[in-house]
Each structure stands twice: as structure tokens, then as C-alpha cells.
């Protein structure tokens, strides 16, 4: 069976959990000890065919609240064109996960699944609620050391709270990205009720620390570098009270950001709304990552 991933003995120890074939790669899945999170982490990886012979670029993708490693590999429909497009896909878990803290899993938007994709500062949170830094320093090395990828060529997007997360991380880490996008954003955490609850519980009570993690704040002081597509629908429950694609827009145009908001009538909030522009993203990223 040909191996789709190359073990160094850099690396710190890959668990493989399963693979599939699929579009002619492999869909895996896999566990590691994490250094900032302080406990083992999941995540899938979708390696196209390419990865037989190259080093092939990286898109990862963030998920929403009460998601998984899995959620997006069997809902998004997204392996057939990083199969045709050479890219790779990686998907990381929500939040850590194996902790026993009151009341971590009372809420479907905080604790448990609901990471937000910010390094924690409260207790008991702080120990292991680092997934900022998980997703943008060690996850990154963990896969550049483990699989067939080109560390130099990276890509970000999300949905929902994993839309902000990508944002975020775009926003400050413009070097890191060659592009970005969201699928449904959490646009101004700091302004809504799921950014709110998370950012106190994680963050404290002064507000200041919360705009580290607000793109539209971010957006204000350090523009990306190339355009950003937002999908969103128009039927999206959510979309009134948490994500508020409009005030980033407003934002970004203010300082010459390019921003692609497109507005879909009759699309919810879910993975049938994400696989129908599905394409869209991923060809805009491959454009990105194969220049
Ligand atoms: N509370 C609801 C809503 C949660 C929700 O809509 N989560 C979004 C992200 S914010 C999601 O992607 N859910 C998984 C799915 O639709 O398969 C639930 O637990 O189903």
C-alpha cells in the first residue's frame, strides 16, 4: 500500500486512527500529544494524489460550534476538487478535548467544541484552551513534519466561529496565509451574544484583550494582503444576531480592504449552504497556493 505520509524522526509521535481512500488520496485521520494544549488532539488530513510524488500546499479549515476533525471531511463534499485541485486539506478538532472542568460540556457554545480559536487567559480554561496558538504555531509544524506538504504554501478558511478563527488568523499572521475565507463568520465577536459569552468565560472582563481576536477590529490596523470571500446566507438563523458580515465589511472598505461579501437568498446556516460554494473557495485558495 503506498504510504501517503512520510514520518520523520523529527517528528513527534502521529498516531494514524483511520484512512480512506478517496478521489484517489487519502482521507486520514490521526492523533498527537499537542505541546500547547497539553493533551491529545485529533485532526483529519485529505492528502490529494499529488502528495504520491510532491509536496503539495495546505488549506485548513476551521470548523463551527459543536463540530469535529470529521464534520467538515464528511459534510463539505470538498475532497473531489482538492483531488483535481492538488491541494491538501487539514482539519483540526474544535477545542481540546479530555479535560474534566465544571461544566464544560453544559454549554453547545462554550467549552467543549467551542474553542473559538482564542489562547485562553481565565481559569480553569488557561491551561489548555490554547487553540490559537495550536492552529497557527504547532499544527502547522505537526503537519509540515508528518505529511507530503510545502509548509510555504498555506491557506486558511472557516465557517462560522471557524470563519472567525480564520479570519483572525489571516489578519494576524498575513505572511503565514496567501489567502483566506469564511463560509457565515462570526464577524464582530466582541459585538455579539456567542463572542461575548466565549471571550468573558476564555479572556476576562476587560475588553481590551478581546480585539486581538476580533477581525473586525483586526481588519482596522492590519489589512490582508489580497481579497476576502465571504459567503453568507440570507436564511441563516445566526445571521441577525451573531455574525454580522456587515460591520467587517463596513470596516475593511474604511480602510481599502478588499472584501468579497456575497449574499445568498434562501441559504441557511449548514453544511448544504457550504458545499454549494464549496467550489468557489477552494479554487480561489488553489489559485492562491499553486502562484
Ligand atoms: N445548537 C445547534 C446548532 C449548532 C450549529 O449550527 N453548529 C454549526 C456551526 S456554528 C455546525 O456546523 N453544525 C454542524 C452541522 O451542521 O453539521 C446544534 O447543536 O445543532
Redesign the pocket.
Known amino acids: 500500500m503506498a504510504q501517503s505520509y512520510v514520518q520523520t524522526a523529527a517528528a513527534p509521535a502521529l498516531e494514524t486512527l483511520s484512512r480512506h481512500r478517496c478521489f484517489g488520496g487519502w482521507q486520514g485521520y490521526y492523533r498527537h500529544q499537542s505541546r500547547e494544549i497539553g493533551l491529545p488532539m485529533r485532526f483529519g488530513v485529505y492528502l490529494p494524489p499529488q502528495a504520491e510524488t510532491e509536496r503539495v500546499p495546505v488549506l485548513t479549515y476551521l ?5 469535529n476533525e470529521e ?1 467538515f471531511a464528511i ?1 463539505a463534499g470538498a475532497q473531489r476538487l482538492a483531488s483535481e485541485l492538488g491541494i491538501a486539506l487539514v482539519t483540526p478538532d474544535t477545542s481540546p478535548r479530555g479535560t474534566d472542568f465544571p461544566g464544560q460540556a453544559d454549554n ?1 457554545d462554550f467549552g467543549i467544541g467551542a474553542g473559538f480559536y482564542v489562547d485562553a487567559t481565565e481559569q480553569p480554561w488557561a491551561k489548555h484552551w490554547r487553540m490559537y496558538s495550536y492552529i497557527n504555531h504547532e499544527l502547522p509544524e505537526v503537519i509540515a513534519n508528518g505529511f507530503s506538504v510545502d509548509p510555504e504554501r498555506q491557506s486558511i478558511f472557516g ?3 471557524g470563519g472567525h478563527g480564520a479570519l483572525v488568523s489571516a489578519l494576524r499572521n498575513p505572511k503565514r496565509y496567501r489567502s483566506v475565507s469564511a463560509f457565515a463568520p462570526i464577524c464582530a465577536p466582541t459585538q455579539c451574544p456567542w463572542g461575548n459569552k466565549a471571550f468573558s468565560g476564555y479572556l476576562g472582563s476587560d475588553k481590551a484583550s478581546w480585539r486581538a481576536y476580533d477581525a473586525t477590529e483586526l481588519v482596522q490596523n492590519q489589512p490582508f494582503h489580497s481579497e476576502i470571500l465571504i459567503d453568507q446566507g440570507l436564511d441563516d438563523e445566526f445571521l441577525t444576531e451573531q455574525l454580522h458580515p456587515n460591520l467587517f465589511e463596513k470596516a475593511a472598505v474604511k480602510v481599502g480592504q478588499p472584501v468579497e461579501l456575497r449574499l445568498h437568498p434562501g441559504y441557511s ?3 448544504y449552504f457550504i458545499q454549494t460554494f464549496m467550489a468557489d473557495h477552494l479554487k480561489r485558495h488553489a489559485a492562491a497556493l499553486h502562484r
Open positions: 470548523a463551527g460550534l459543536t463540530c464534520t459534510k453547545w465557517h462560522s466561529m446556516h449548514n453544511y
